[in-house]
């Protein structure tokens, strides 16, 4: 059965994956364990999806981002758009195996490709409107064209308030991470402390031992 995204749903799946892309990118960590920690933040938020549901929806917009990569840079092709490339690019932008750095195109002609290098986007880049005229949430890849700007309506609002209501529970959900791993090098380094602390008293007793003798 085919799972509906939407685009919050969506949105929040990318800003999770940027945040592990080091860790997903790392032999040390388990992308199955990856999956199921966004799956676990996800379901929090009120999105019921699984960690297999998850992953497959991230390797479907990389799939569909590498077509469009590779569909504009063949010279004659008409330029082709997909939703959340923007937001697929700031992740995996850097990797010239998935990101070629020199784009060729018959409108464009030679173009270089910026690297993505420094820190990711703020998460409330990722939220931001880019996919007008853009493709069906399945994230296959379509062909612009011209777009005209409708009024804001009662969803339309209601659909920003929620995506702001989202980037503060990540923003949160960040800095508490952050907050309990500084608390857990604290208590590892008093941890570290004490015993070396018990040892240096084990050898001043053992050299009063000798000394005895």
């Known amino acids: 059965m085919k799972i509906s995204w939407n685009r919050e749903a969506t949105l929040a799946l990318l800003a999770l994956y940027a945040e592990r892309k080091l860790k997903f990118d790392s032999p040390r960590y388990k992308n199955k364990v990856l999956w199921n920690e966004i799956s676990k933040i996800m379901k929090d938020k009120g999105y019921a999806y699984d960690a297999e549901q998850a992953e497959g929806r991230w390797k479907t917009l990389l799939a569909a981002y590498r077509r469009t990569v590779d569909h504009n840079n063949r010279s004659g092709n008409d330029r082709r758009e997909m939703q959340y490339f923007q937001e697929v690019e700031d992740i995996v932008g850097a990797n010239p195996t998935i990101s070629p750095s020199v784009v060729i195109s018959s409108s464009d002609g030679l173009t270089h490709r910026q690297q993505q290098t420094g820190a990711k986007r703020k998460l409330t880049d990722a939220f931001a409107d880019k996919d007008a005229g853009c493709s069906s949430s399945d994230g296959s890849a379509s ?53 070396m602390a018990v040892m240096n008293g084990l050898l001043d007793v053992l050299k009063q031992i000798v000394n005895k003798k």
């Open 143 to 195: 062909t612009s064209g011209n777009v005209t700007k409708q009024p804001v309506s009662k969803k339309q609002k209601k659909r920003a308030a929620k995506k702001e209501e989202l980037v503060d529970w990540l923003g949160q959900y960040q800095e508490q991470a952050k907050q309990a791993e500084e608390a857990r090098m604290q208590l590892a380094n008093k941890f570290h402390t004490d015993q």
